[in-house]
Each structure stands twice: as structure tokens, then as C-alpha cells.
């Protein structure tokens, strides 16, 4: 069983940045991947970005290419979401979640994923 408690969600204007953690206990797998999910009020929850545990491999969704960085430091079992040039459109919860899996070039591949409780990210313009 894996716990995730994500922190670092606030309200930011256009253009500014945030940084999510998220903080990983439990039993972490060799072949894992942690990553970020987002829903907006109205719509599904959405894949962000994802690393893999093993080798690092990571993995962004193309409307945050070049804008997130996700990273990780084993030290303190805490996986980063840098998020910079935030628009209005980036507005959601954003949640942490791990599961069984790898981050790929084209896609995240999760299995049996656990949770957080989510951090909302307010963008104004």
C-alpha cells in the first residue's frame, strides 16, 4: 500500500509558477511510476506527467510540454511538479498517483494506482 500527500497548490496570476510536492510512503516497487493528474470543475481527470522510479524516464502530456518539469529526490521520497508559465487553462486539482508501471515516450502506464487528496492550483488572468 502506497500513501501520497501532495502540498504546494495555491492561487498564482497568468504567467507566474508553482511547485507541487508530493510525498511517497509505503512500499515502493522497482518498476513504478509516480505522476500528476489534474481535473478541472466539469471535466475527467487528466494525465499531466509522469517519471518512473527506475531509471527516471519521464514523460509530460503535450499542453504542459516545456512548461512542467517533474522530478524527483529519492532522499525524501518526494516527487516535484515545477510548473511555470501557468494560464487560466492549468485551474484544477491537481492530484499525485503511483502505481505499477513506466513512464513511456508517448504515454504514463499505471496499474492498481494509488491516490492523494489533491491540492487545487488557481490561475487568475
Known amino acids: 500500500q502506497v500513501q501520497l500527500v501532495e502540498s504546494g497548490g495555491g492561487l498564482v496570476q497568468s504567467g507566474g509558477s508553482l511547485r507541487l510536492s508530493c510525498v511517497v510512503s509505503?512500499?515502493?516497487?522497482?518498476?513504478?511510476?509516480i505522476g500528476w493528474f489534474r481535473q478541472a470543475p466539469g471535466k475527467e481527470r487528466e494525465g499531466v506527467s509522469c517519471i518512473s522510479t527506475r531509471d527516471g524516464d519521464t514523460y509530460y502530456a503535450p499542453f504542459v510540454r516545456d512548461r512542467f518539469t517533474i522530478s524527483r529526490d529519492n532522499a525524501k521520497n518526494t516527487v516535484y511538479l515545477q510548473m511555470n508559465g501557468l494560464n487560466p487553462e492549468d485551474t484544477a486539482i491537481y492530484y499525485c498517483?503511483?502505481?505499477?508501471?513506466?513512464?513511456?515516450?508517448?504515454?504514463?502506464?499505471?496499474?492498481?494506482?494509488?491516490w492523494g487528496q489533491g491540492t487545487q492550483v488557481t490561475v487568475s488572468s
Open positions: 509505503g512500499v515502493i516497487e522497482d518498476l513504478y511510476a
Open positions: 498517483g503511483a502505481g505499477s508501471g513506466v513512464a513511456l515516450p508517448t504515454m504514463c502506464y499505471y496499474t492498481d494506482l494509488s
